[in-house]
Structures are given as structure tokens and as C-alpha cells.
């Protein structure tokens, strides 16, 4: 095809709309009007307007003036400065304009175009191509919301179904404990029925002997031996069993349960030469979360809360311990205890003593954790052994030999996390034990160098990301290993100089994954983040000599005093108190 008659170079004459090659084509830059050979005289007779009509090729050449107002058929070619308008060639022999400075109209406005030009170019090039590729966004995710939200209700289901099918094994366990309950109890009652009945027999027996003795009259000495002594002896009389539910914390529910991240949805502008658009810049989808200990492959998600700038004192409860050890939260409202005694003690917040319950073998317990069940277990270093209270009875978990073991966690999925040092006093180390048995040691670094001190004050705690965090006195550090038992980092103190030396405690982690660590040489609690980055000190609040650490579902910190005996609560982020 003749590139000269092409289909993209035919244009139509805006008078007659008969099709014209550009080549032959004029355009009427005043007019703003293509016109074809044949048309333009038609075109110039129209003698109310002013015409310039050129080749099509160079239209837009010759500068639009505007009309004077004042000067019929003249137009403005300069700019009057002083009076900011346009004025025609007679304009300039008026006396309005005598001695002002007037300027070339068209290299006046020449800025102006140039910016206009810009504007156009960005506008063209830039900002509608954003404009529609924001559009692309949405509509593509309009065409897939349905069925992300239908996903994000099945998770929620499922999260259901799996919490039913847990509480169904707690039943069927908890119906499994009563029937074995209910067996060893008739066994029992029909021992004690044997027993009685046989009792029962031999008393009558006596009943008959005795009255046949007195009957007789008999005068004659004879050896006569009671046994009313031996029968007021009533066997023990054998108590039922009771099911002691906990209080159903609604909050603590909906944390465990799992949690939404928020929608959100960008009202503010955005300047587009910032960053390229993506589906972040319209609306980031919200991805349900899982609680860690009950879905180890799910990230939990909790609302950010920011460290308070003056951490405050809410309550102090006086234990009654001339040495106060522990603490661990048996919910937002009470708080199990240990000391320098063989009695574990349950207080409410008000300082009210709940329970008090002597461990097993009359030891004083080093360490003390609550299970995800609500049980208490505590070691007893000189018993070597980790004990469980359950149901007001204690039960041996675990017995070492040739190590002692000193601090206990409970960790995700039921397992416990044990600090125990060997008998030489040499080695520490870590270990994992899922009931009674041993699943993961940890003791060594990938250089095969000892990770922990010899020491035993070495509290431990499991972060959320699941790292295991371990307040190693001796060595004056915090140790923090992964999941896998693979050393992440060392946390040494703050270069403070008015803190000096770093020899920590207690450890505790929270919601935020923050470690919390206390220091009693200096009165305070160290608080980190998850990867060892010091975050402030809780200095305040009247410490001395802070000793164990927990906190509870809302965060809030309890501290116990090792001189005083008291435990401290106290709030070091923004969250509602309840």
C-alpha cells in the first residue's frame, strides 16, 4: 500500500466531510476547523472572524491572540503588566496604558505553556496509567473477594472443628479418669463391704460370747481379753470425687482462638513517584491467624501495644515468704507462689490466701509454671524429681539421675522445657520432655561450646516465635535458641554505665514477643524484643531486689520481691486494666 494514502492519514473536512489526504488538507488555526481545497474559500468569505488557514502540517504555528474587548476585529498581542490584561495595537494609544510596561504576549504565556505541556505529559504518561493500573487492582481483586472471605470463614470453621475435636479428647479423657475412678472406687467400697461384713460377724460372735459368759454365773477366774478397743476403729470412710471446672475466661478464649489481622484501607494520598502501585497501595486483604500453641505452623498476629514511657505499680500482694522465689498466673485473677518454704501458696489479686498445698516430699520447690490445663508442676532439685498437682494430688512427671533439675516452662503442645545442671556441677543443660520422656537435649552450640554456664539459676521461658529463652546467671546473660536448639544471639546487659554489671533472673516473654528479664543487683527488669534489642528498663515502681517473673493474658507484669515477700503487678503497655 502507497504509504501516502494510508488509512491513518485521511482526514475528514469539517465543512463538506468529505475524506482528505493530510497532504492536501488546511487547517484554520484561528477557527480550529480542517478544511479541504474546495472549502477554504468558502471559509475566508465569512468575514465576522478573523482566518489564517495554513497546511494542516503546521497547524497550531501561528499564536491564538485573543480577541480585544474593546477593539472590534483586533487582537491582543501584548500583556499590559501593570493592569494584568491582554491589550490590542490601538489599546497602546490609550492613555490607560501610557507608561506601563507591556510585554510580548506569546512569550509571556511561553512559562505557562511549557507547564501546561508538563502537566499534559504527566498526565498522559504517568498519572492516568497509575489511575488505571489502580483500577486493574480492584477489579481484580473484586473478582477474587468472594472467594478469599469464603476461605477466611472455612479457616474459621475449621479452627472450630479442630478446638471440638480437642475438647472431645479433654472429655473422652476426663469420662476415661471417672469410669477408672468409678472401678478402683467399687473395688474399694466392695473390700471395705468384705471387711465390715467379716467385722460385723466377729462382733456379733463376741455379743454371743459375752452374754453366754454373764448367763453362767461362772465364779471361776478365767482370762477374758476385750477387743471393744479394736472394733471402735472404724475402717475410712471413702470420699467421692468432685469436677472442678476453671473459670471460662472470655478474653483469654478469643486470644487462643486466633485473631484477624485488621482490614485496611488507605483513604490518604499517595504520591505515585514514591513507590510503584501494588495491591498494598489499594487495600492489604486481611489473613487469618492462628494461636501458636495450638497451630505451630500458623504466625500469631497480636494488636501492636507501645511500651509505656513510666511503667505504673497497680497492686502488691504480700505473701507471708521470708524469701518469695516465683510466680506464675493461674489466671488474670490469682497467682501461685514459692519461697523459701515447702508450702505453695494461691493468692487473689485482693491478697486473699486460696490454697496452700506441701509439696511431695517436703522439699522447698525451686520453680513453679502452671499448664496450659491450669495445673501447677514444681521442681525439687533435692528430690530430683518435676511434679504435678492435679486434683489436689501430686504426681511424680520426672525423675533424673546424675542431673538435678532446677527451672521448669510449660511450652506449646503440652511439652515442658527443663534447666537441669549433672552432679558434678559442670554441665548445664536444657531439655525437652513430652510427658515423661525425653525429646530434645540442648546443650552445645554448632562449635560443639557449651551454651549455658555451669551454674543453676538459669530461669527459662518459650517466646512466641517459639524461641527458648533462658536467664543465665552465672554467665550474666540471656540465652536465646531456636525451636531447633540453634543459638540466635546473647543478650549481655544494656552499655549503660550506671547500670553496670548484668547478672539476670527471672524471665518472662509476652504478646509482643518481648523478653522481660530481672536484674536484682540493680532494682529493675530489662525489656527486649524478640531479637535481643534492648527496649527500655522498668526501674521505677519501687523494686528491690526483683527475683521471678510472669506475666498474664493481658500483659500485665508480676514481679516477686526475693527480701520483701511480696509480688508486684505492674502495667508497662498500653492495654486496658481489668
Known amino acids: 500500500m502507497d504509504p501516502w494514502y494510508s488509512a491513518k492519514d485521511v482526514l475528514l473536512c469539517d465543512l463538506c466531510e468529505i475524506p482528505v489526504h493530510q497532504m492536501y488538507c488546511h487547517y484554520c488555526d484561528f477557527c480550529h476547523v480542517k478544511l479541504c481545497k474546495a472549502c477554504v474559500g468558502e471559509h475566508l468569505s465569512d468575514l465576522s472572524e478573523e482566518h489564517r488557514v495554513v497546511p494542516f502540517k503546521q497547524k497550531g504555528i501561528t499564536p491564538n491572540y485573543p480577541k480585544c474587548p474593546t477593539h472590534v476585529g483586533k487582537l491582543c498581542e501584548l500583556h499590559c503588566k501593570e493592569c494584568d490584561i491582554p491589550v490590542c495595537s490601538l489599546c497602546l494609544l490609550s492613555i490607560f496604558h501610557k507608561g506601563h510596561n507591556l510585554l510580548n504576549l506569546q512569550e509571556e504565556n511561553k512559562p505557562k505553556k511549557e507547564a501546561t505541556e ?97 448367763d453362767s454365773n461362772d465364779a471361776s477366774p478365767s482370762a477374758y481379753i476385750s477387743r471393744n478397743v479394736e472394733f471402735r476403729s472404724l475402717p475410712p470412710k471413702l470420699s467421692l470425687p468432685h469436677f472442678c471446672p476453671l473459670k471460662i475466661n472470655t478474653e483469654q478464649l478469643h486470644q487462643m482462638f486466633g485473631s484477624l489481622s485488621e482490614l485496611s484501607i488507605t483513604t490518604e494520598e499517595h504520591d505515585y513517584t514514591m513507590k510503584k502501585p501494588d495491591h498494598g497501595n489499594v487495600m492489604r486483604i486481611p489473613q487469618a491467624v492462628l494461636y501458636p500453641q495450638m497451630e505451630p505452623e500458623a504466625e500469631y498476629c497480636p494488636p501492636v501495644k507501645p511500651l509505656l514511657d513510666e511503667p505504673e505499680l497497680i497492686t502488691t500482694i504480700d505473701t507471708g515468704y521470708k524469701y518469695l522465689y516465683n510466680v506464675t498466673c493461674l489466671n488474670d485473677e490469682e497467682i501461685w507462689t514459692c519461697g523459701l518454704d515447702k508450702i505453695m501458696k494461691l493468692y487473689n489479686l485482693q491478697g486473699k490466701l486460696l490454697k496452700a498445698i ?30 504435678i498437682v492435679y486434683n489436689n494430688q501430686i504426681q511424680e512427671v520426672i525423675r533424673l539421675r546424675d542431673w538435678t533439675p532446677h527451672y521448669v516452662c510449660n511450652i506449646s503442645y503440652g511439652d515442658f522445657l527443663v534447666t537441669m545442671v549433672s552432679d558434678d556441677g559442670e554441665q548445664s543443660k536444657v531439655v525437652r520432655y513430652s510427658g515423661s520422656t525425653e525429646t530434645q537435649t540442648i546443650q552445645f552450640d554448632n562449635e560443639g561450646k557449651p551454651l549455658y554456664s555451669s551454674g543453676d539459676l538459669k530461669y527459662i521461658s518459650e517466646n512466641r516465635n517459639l524461641d527458648i529463652c533462658v536467664a543465665d546467671n552465672r554467665a550474666g546473660a540471656v540465652v536465646v535458641v531456636n525451636q531447633a536448639g540453634k543459638l540466635r544471639f546473647r543478650y549481655t546487659g544494656h552499655p549503660s554505665t550506671d547500670k553496670g554489671s548484668f547478672y539476670p533472673l527471672g524471665i518472662t516473654t509476652d504478646s509482643q514477643s518481648h523478653i522481660l528479664t530481672s536484674d536484682c543487683e540493680f532494682h529493675c527488669i530489662h525489656i527486649l524484643d524478640q531479637d535481643g534489642q534492648f527496649l527500655r528498663y522498668i526501674d521505677n515502681c519501687d523494686l528491690k531486689y526483683p527475683w521471678g517473673l510472669c506475666v498474664d493474658m493481658s500483659d500485665n507484669l508480676f514481679v516477686t520481691e526475693l527480701n520483701s515477700g511480696k509480688v508486684k503487678k505492674i502495667k508497662y503497655d498500653h492495654h486496658m486494666i481489668r
Open 118 to 214: 508538563k502537566d499534559l505529559d504527566e498526565l498522559l504518561n504517568s498519572i492516568c496509567p497509575k489511575y488505571e493500573e489502580n483500577l486493574a487492582v480492584i477489579q481484580r481483586e473484586k473478582t477474587g473477594l468472594e472467594k478469599h472471605y469464603e476461605k477466611l470463614t472455612t479457616d474459621v470453621v475449621k479452627r472450630g472443628e479442630d478446638w471440638h475435636r480437642e475438647i472431645n479428647v479433654v472429655v473422652n479423657k476426663r469420662k476415661s479418669e471417672i469410669d477408672e475412678m468409678k472401678t478402683k472406687h467399687m473395688a474399694a467400697l466392695d473390700k471395705q463391704e468384705h471387711e465390715i461384713t467379716s467385722i460385723i460377724a466377729e462382733v456379733n460372735q463376741c455379743i454371743v460370747d459375752l452374754r453366754r459368759k454373764l
Open 358 to 387: 506441701q509439696t511431695k516430699s517436703g522439699n522447698t520447690p525451686r520453680d513453679i509454671e502452671k499448664t496450659w490445663s491450669g495445673d501447677l508442676v514444681y521442681t525439687d532439685p533435692n528430690a530430683r524429681t518435676v511434679d
